[in-house]
Antibody
């Protein structure tokens, strides 16, 4: 079955960098766009970024543009989120998610999330 | 601040029906076919329950239904069950940044 599992979260200081990974299985990874969505502690969901199936088209929420980079390795069935210049506002559980079909169809499959804590 | 506005909380007794509203700008609700609803239990990932305004996702109970009128989308849960207690988010895709937005979430309490 379709599975997504995030990793790479942890506690880091402001201004530092972190790379999140999302390992996938159970579907042809290279055929689907994938997304990152985050959720700050006790808060709602916020869409962060998306990448097309071939990795060419990338989309970001304004608050992470220039600091975060979404990428993928189709040979490893893995999605990444490279996060630079982290601030306390970036503290959240980060979910990777796959739409049912086209990149901007609904997010049907989700990983359990990985927690990023940015703290002085 | 979310572009989509939901009530912070709703409640109902087992067997009753409740409705959660989601109001937003014209481009995000009224003129948008891609309004969806997610359910999230504590400590879990969100689960898609409704897509494209009123379509139930695979495996979702017929007790869940949704519709849209003007600038407001609505999720109705009938025959409330204890396991329905969760936070519900509306969402839509947009043509401008950010490309996807979520409402602030509505906590459903089953009394």
């Amino acid at each position: 079955q379709v599975q997504l599992v995030e990793s790479g979260g942890g506690v880091v200081q402001p201004g530092t960098s972190l790379r999140l990974s999302c390992a996938t299985s159970g579907f042809p990874f290279s055929s689907y766009g994938v997304h990152w969505v985050r959720q700050a502690p006790g808060e709602g969901l916020q869409w962060v970024a998306a990448i097309s199936d071939n990795g060419i088209n990338k989309y970001y929420v304004d608050s992470v543009k220039g600091r975060f980079t979404i990428s993928r390795d189709n040979s490893r069935n893995t999605l990444y989120l490279h996060m630079n210049s982290l601030t306390t506002d970036d503290s959240a559980v980060y979910f990777c998610a796959r739409p049912l079909g086209a990149i901007f169809s609904e997010l049907t499959y989700w990983g359990p999330g990985t927690l990023v804590t940015v703290s002085p | 601040q979310s572009a989509l506005t939901q009530p912070a909380s709703v409640s109902g007794s087992p067997g009753q029906s409740i409705t959660i509203s989601c109001t937003g700008p014209t481009s995000d609700v009224r003129d948008n076919h891609f309004v969806s609803w997610y359910q999230q239990h504590p400590g879990k990932a969100p689960r898609l329950i409704i897509f494209e305004v009123s379509n139930r996702a695979s495996g979702v109970s017929h007790r869940f239904s949704a519709s849209k009128s003007g600038d407001t989308a609505s999720l109705t849960i009938s025959g409330l069950q204890a396991d329905d207690e969760a936070v519900y988010y509306c969402s839509s895709y947009r043509r401008s940044d950010p490309l996807k937005v979520f409402g602030g979430g509505t906590k459903l309490t089953v009394l």
